[in-house]
């Protein structure tokens, strides 16, 4: 997981662990950690620290993280299961089908003796090969061969890729019955253009660090001179960044959905033999593909015109040995960790061999592992209860339609078919995905790893040659997070995150609404946010705005980019609220919906008082405590520039805009979170 997620949830919890002064089964009862509160700052002045300073404060993060949150508790528990699940395939010796794959790929991932013992054996022939690449065609070739479905923007944001494109197929947004093969920007090493550009002291610390790394590199593939390498690859990289589409032009559906005919690639991205590329990825009876960053694919295909061939296998070579870093030596594994955990991230250690082998296991057969997850995890009163809060929830938002002054009878007809239409998946998919013909070895990690991303490609594929199967799921159950799909108009909420202490039948409805259903109401609410609003009742990206609404709408998201734009965590640097804003229409959208829903769950009687809380006050506690975070220096300054998200210290003020709060706690003019009722933003 080297990209965070965008449109998703990402990781929320009522982490009760900090409550040291108080019993489990008093915590269990109260629902709050009301230890991790620091009650002597004002709600009003700071409600993030008033709801949270006492863990701030007792929380360290951990040596092998960059960050720690809330979450952090579901995610050790998932850990522990998955990890239980796989020994026991790979301790079944005997173990056949997806049985024999798990235990096959997590037992090679982990023997480090082997690893060890080949060296750079394993990945010799590809070296070869880029050394052998001799002309334009051999280069198109190649580019085309390793092309690899490894970006998707609108599911799991993943918008980096080392290869020079990243393909992607999902919904045709122009015909959403079919699929599309939709292709991306990449080649680069470092997280976002940005990282390349930016002239500021930091910036220019990393490169000198990058370059170090990348000659470091070199040195493990046996090349001689390499600081004249290195060079060679961050000058090529920074040429290919500079052609790059920014991260917010990036997320927008409407600026990315660019159909061209396969035969116009020649004339409108001239430079690359695209010819040779598509027939090597087996794209060649694709008619049309859709160009995301269309400048971006056209400036790189130009450079490889351009640029001298030993420079792109410098950039080849180079990037075969980063990405394969986990499955080569320990040696190479750590140099990877020391630039890309250590110095991009600010982690003092890697994880645990054992923990990265879970991780990658999962991340390679993740429907395999979720299956038994679920059996095993995952009861069906789990899943009728979560049933029953997203109804409540989409009926919330039903209600709010209804009561929109300002939308027109037409645009607000297709927002309600676009709710009854909403496809909503509840702890995993109906249909298990199948893993035939994969082949794993338990003594070769290089090559399972090799081999699984050429099985997924293939599978990618496969999905461009029939209907889009809009029950696949996305997100596998064992994900502690969700996700809403704008172009399937339809929602995964995996088993993972509808557990307790998230959603714990024993505490208070007021809490459960205020962290699961501000989690439902906020995928819920991502149908109706900036870029999913772009999308019809039947998922097609169609503009269904009449010119007021979308004037209305603009003016409302436009305070929302305002209000988060002013939260600076550093002098230098702070949240985007142009690339945020998805995000923080959701978050707002969705403790608005669950907050309906919740009140509307009382029946006009009066919420239970836990722990001298009000129901209101026990809401907005528990949606805050969610909201737990602390960073690492460069792990925070990374996620202002790359993440979709805002930080979640800054999620939990979300609670500005919605005036139960101020009553719930006494919130006056001249507190620092206080915001006029005009300014108040109320968008859905
Ligand atoms: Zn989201």
Known sequence: MRRPALRTFVLVVAALASATSLSAQQRAVIGLDLAGMD??????????????????RATEIPADRSSVRASAVTDQRARTQLTAIIREDAAARRGSGDRQRIGAFYTAFLDTVTLASRGMAPIRPLLDSIGKIGDATTLARFFGSHLRADVDVLNSGAMHTENVFGLWVDANFDQPTRNAAILLQGGTGLPDRSYYVDTS??????????????????????????????RTVLALETKLARVHWSQEDSWEPTKGNNHWARADFRTKAPGLQWDEFFRAARLADVDT?????????????????????????????????????????????????????????????QASRADRAVAATSAALGYAIGRDYVARYFPASAKARAQRMV?????????????????????????????????????????WPSYDGLRLAADDAYGNAERVERFQYAQA???????????????????????????????NFPAAILQPPFFDP????????????????????????NLGAAFDSRARLRNWWTPS????????????????????????????????????????????????????????????????????????????????????????????????????????????????????????????LYLKPAERVRIW
């Open 39 to 56: 009650t002597t700052v004002r709600a009003g002045v700071d409600f993030y620290r008033y709801a949270n300073g006492g863990w701030e």
């Open 201 to 230: 002291s930091k910036m220019v610390t990393i490169r000198d660090a990058y370059r170090a790394h990348v000659g470091r590199m070199f040195a493990f593939a046996g090349v001689s001179d390499t600081a004249a390498m290195a």
């Open 289 to 349: 593909l859709v160009a995301w960053q269309p400048s971006a694919i056209a400036g790189i295909s130009a450079l490889v015109a351009s640029e001298p061939l030993a420079s792109w296998r410098a950039l080849l070579t180079y990037h075969a040995v980063m990405h394969r870093a986990s499955e080569l030596t320990p040696a190479v594994d750590r140099e990877s960790f020391d630039f890309f955990g250590h110095t991009l991230t600010g982690a003092p250690q």
């Open 391 to 431: 109804t409540n929830i989409v009926a919330a938002f039903d209600r709010r339609i209804d009561g929109l002054s300002w939308m027109a009878p037409g645009t607000r007809s297709e927002a309600k078919a676009k709710l009854r239409t909403l496809r909503v998946g509840i702890g995993y998919p109906d249909r």
């Open 461 to 491: 594929i496969a999905a461009l040659r029939k209907p889009l199967d809009r029950a696949a799921w996305v997100m596998t159950p064992q994900t502690v997070n969700a996700v809403n799909m704008p172009q399937r108009n339809a929602l």
């Open 506 to 529: 024993a505490r208070s409805d007021a809490m459960n609404y205020g962290a699961m259903g501000a989690v439902i109401g906020h995928e819920v609410s991502h149908s109706f946010d």
């Open 549 to 672: 609404d979308s004037a209305h709408f603009a003016e409302v998201t436009g305070q929302l980019v305002r209000q988060y734009d002013a939260y600076r965590p550093f002098p230098d640097a702070g949240v985007n609220g142009r690339l945020t804003l998805a995000e923080n229409i959701a978050d707002l959208a969705g403790i608005t919906a669950a907050y309906d829903a919740w009140r509307a769950s009382l029946g006009g009687k009066p919420a239970p008082v836990v722990a001298g809380l009000t129901g209101d006050q026990q809401f907005f506690l528990s949606y805050a405590q969610t909201w737990r975070a602390k960073f690492r220096e460069p792990a925070l300054r990374r996620l202002l520039l790359t993440n979709g998200h805002a930080p979640g210290f800054y999620r939990a003020l979300t609670v500005r805009n919605l005036d139960a709060w101020y009553d719930a706690f006494g919130v006056r003019q001249g507190d620092s």
